[in-house]
Nanobody, 125 residues
Framework: QLQLVESGGGLVQSGESLRLSCGTS????????IGWFRQAPGKEREGIAC????????WYHDSVKDRFTVGRDWAKNTVYLQMMHITPDDAATYYC??????????????????WGRGTQVIVSP
């Protein structure tokens, strides 16, 4: 059972940057496709970025393209989500999820087997 832990959330001002991390212990995240999702109060969970395990290709939701970057920190066995030019619309609880059978990755939450508990991002205007 893969246990994921998100970190790095907090209060940030609009226009600033934030870096979230997704980590685990005992397993190599490089073997998993990792997706980043977020859910704001009253809204459905949406996929915003993912990275494949096979060749580290990345996909982004249009709402975060050119502002967010997903990548792997090989030394720390983590996957990060670098968030730039944050807006109030980015306020949400952010989750990472893992799937071990993909060659690529998808922004739909359905195929992902393992989830973290989330980290909250609060944006002040």
């Amino acid at each position: 059972q893969l246990q994921l832990v998100e970190s790095g959330g907090g209060l940030v001002q609009s226009g600033e940057s934030l870096r979230l991390s997704c980590g685990t212990s005992g397993s190599a995240l490089k073997d998993y496709a990792i997706g980043w999702f977020r859910q704001a109060p009253g809204k459905e969970r949406e996929g915003i970025a993912c990275i494949s395990s096979s060749d580290n290709r990345t996909w982004y939701h249009d709402s975060v393209k050119d502002r967010f970057t997903v990548g792997r920190d090989w030394a720390k066995n983590t996957v990060y989500l670098q968030m730039m030019h944050i807006t109030p619309d980015d306020a949400a609880t952010y989750y990472c999820a893992a799937e071990g059978l993909f060659e690529g990755c998808v922004l739909s939450p359905r195929p992902y087997d393992f989830w973290g508990r989330g980290t909250q991002v609060i944006v002040s205007p």
